[in-house]
């Protein structure tokens, strides 16, 4: 386990950062990832560092920006210590979907893949378990 993991889950309240999953429902603690890749002169300085499931962690990867469905222009994804994800994100109860209320929660619905159907049915469920959002 990354010895950073209990200090960097508990400021996240144990959830994604990017999609909010609740990381009491995997069988594997969530990924510590760099919000600002060390490939991209990001450090392992603790703000740069956020709690990400597998999948949102695998689909970010290396990105920082990525292109907005709707304008088609390259937009910064979702920064979790400086945006707000309640201004950028809204949960649709009806489809399970999450919907980017901004240029940036597009680009990071769309780059980072949320609404998949697996991901769909299993915020449904965090619902229900009120774990989401």
């Known amino acids: 386990m990354n010895p950073l993991h209990p200090s960097v889950a508990a400021r996240a309240l144990h ?32 703000e740069n560092l956020a709690l990400a499931c597998r999948s949102c962690n695998l689909h970010k990867a290396s990105r920082q920006t990525c292109l907005d469905p709707q304008t088609q222009t390259m937009v910064p994804l979702f920064h979790p210590r400086r945006d707000r994800w309640e201004e950028h994100f809204h949960y649709d109860e009806a489809s399970g979907e999450l919907h980017g209320l901004t240029a940036t929660g597009r680009a990071t619905v769309a780059c980072l893949q949320l609404n998949r159907p697996t991901q769909r ?12 959002p």
């Open 15 to 46: 959830h994604c950062e990017y999609c909010h999953a609740p990381e009491l429902v995997s069988n594997l603690e969530f990924e510590i990832e760099h919000i600002e890749p060390v490939s991209q002169g990001g450090s392992d300085d603790p």
């Open 121 to 132: 049915n299993a915020r449904r469920f965090w619902v229900l378990l009120s774990l989401f």
